[in-house]
């Protein structure tokens, strides 16, 4: 049984049927030695009481915003400061609407709005409002914004209907808090990892420009795995419809030429990731004013080549220790690999077949092979986290080898 001992967590209790399970979780967090706080929505007081949750968990339960006395013994900033993990259950739609848009109009939403900690969600609700549209949006906003769920589970509700909108039994919900609480190695806390992604944007005139399809999915994914080992992450993206993973550090640029510069500017880091798209052309000379159509024939264009970021980073007198290319190729992938691999000056190669029916464009999955000096390595297919945790967890090591090789 993992201890929680010198743990704290704040529990949100919101309004709905399920919070009569309420008490059995906060007597298993007892059990494990966490400290438990516990904030109450107003709907919440219909179904439990403030009496019999102090009673259980033994400390003072908190229910109103501008209660003078609560706000004395300790502000709300700090009630959700003081602890390693804030749980809402049971999430009603209510509350998890209020959290997707940030709202904060009673202590509980105003707790979560002003925490830095992680956050686990346990949904109870009727069916029909789980599958609704709204709440379907919101969870994914509240998933990207980097909240952890347990549940819905499926099964008869108190309202005689059948499907998923259940709460998790308190002994998940309690395994969810566990594995939240680990300590998490991070193993590249002081270190910078620069990540490029998504798109350029290479203007014709002011309401034209040439781009491609990359979707950034990748990227942000290797965003996400850098800070999750503590990194101090800079993400340098070209225009792309994803939300920016929480505490990666987002650079917008549009241009091959933007990127560039926001590279340089960033240098040196530790570990530095090349995913984007790079338009390889851009319109020599850029129009002022809108192309008319009327003009006469139609204009053409005259390109010229975009500087190769990748490769300008590699040769870089500051270049960080490891820097890593990506390589969409739609036919002999390896063997494209190697020959960039040497032409850009990079340490590793991650390959990928873009084909037509790959479905790597904007897709959720990605097949890669991982090209160096060291040979060929393919990975089966998998999610783009995946790769991107697997991927961070090889540069991990290589740069740990590298500093030692330097040493
Ligand atoms: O030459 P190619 O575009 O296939 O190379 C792909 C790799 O080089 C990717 O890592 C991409 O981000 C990077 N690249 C770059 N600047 C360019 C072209 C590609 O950084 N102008």
Redesign the pocket.
């Known amino acids: 049984m993992t201890s929680l001992a010198g743990k704290s967590v704040l529990l949100i209790i919101g309004g709905g049927i399920a919070a009569y399970k309420i008490h059995e979780l906060i007597r298993l967090l007892k059990t494990r030695g966490a400290r438990t706080r516990i904030i109450l929505t107003k709907a919440a007081e219909e179904f439990v009481t403030p009496l019999s949750l102090a009673g259980l968990s033994g400390e003072k339960v908190y229910t109103h915003l501008f209660s003078l006395t609560d706000e004395v013994e300790m502000g709300h900033i700090q009630l959700s400061r003081a602890a390693d993990l804030l749980v809402v259950a049971p999430a009603t739609a209510d509350l998890i609407a209020k959290m997707a848009n940030g709202l904060a109009d009673d202590l509980a939403s105003t707790a979560l709005l002003a925490t830095d900690k992680r956050v686990l969600v346990a949904p109870a609700m009727n069916v029909r409002m789980w599958r609704h549209a709204a709440t379907q949006r919101n969870i994914e906003v509240l998933k990207r914004d980097g909240v952890t769920l347990v549940g819905p589970n499926e099964g008869e509700m108190a309202c005689g209907e059948f499907g998923p909108g259940r709460m998790s039994e308190p002994n998940e919900i309690l395994s969810s808090i566990v594995e939240l609480l680990k300590p998490r190695s991070q193993p590249l806390a002081g270190k910078k990892v620069v990540i ?1 992604a998504g798109p350029t944007r290479e203007p014709i005139d002011p309401v034209r420009f040439i781009s491609n399809h990359s979707s950034g999915k990748q990227g942000y994914a290797i965003a996400k795995a850098a800070v999750d080992l503590g990194a101090e992450t800079i993400l340098i993206s070209g225009p792309v419809a994803l939300l920016v993973p929480p505490g990666v550090q987002m650079i917008p640029v549009e241009t ?1 030429q933007d990127m560039l510069r926001a590279c340089e500017a960033e240098l040196p880091g530790d570990i530095a990731i ?5 338009a ?1 052309w851009r319109v020599t000379a850029q129009a002022t004013g809108k192309l008319k159509k009327s003009a006469g024939a139609p204009p053409s264009l005259t390109l010229t080549e ?5 490769a300008t980073i590699s040769h870089h007198a500051a270049r960080p220790r490891v820097v890593v ?4 190729e739609t036919e002999h992938v390896t063997d494209h690999a190697i020959a ?1 691999l040497k032409r ?1 000056g990079c340490d590793l190669i991650v390959a990928n077949d873009v084909s037509k029916d790959s479905g790597v464009f904007g897709g959720d999955r990605n097949t890669v092979h991982l090209v160096s000096d060291g040979g060929i390595e393919s990975w089966p297919q998998m999610s783009k986290d995946e790769v991107a945790q697997r991927l961070m967890g090889r540069l991990v090591q290589t740069l740990v080898l590298r500093q030692k090789a330097s040493e």
């Open positions: 490029t091959a090349f995913t984007a798209a790079v390889d975009n500087p190769d970021i990748l290319g990506f390589a969409a960039k850009k």
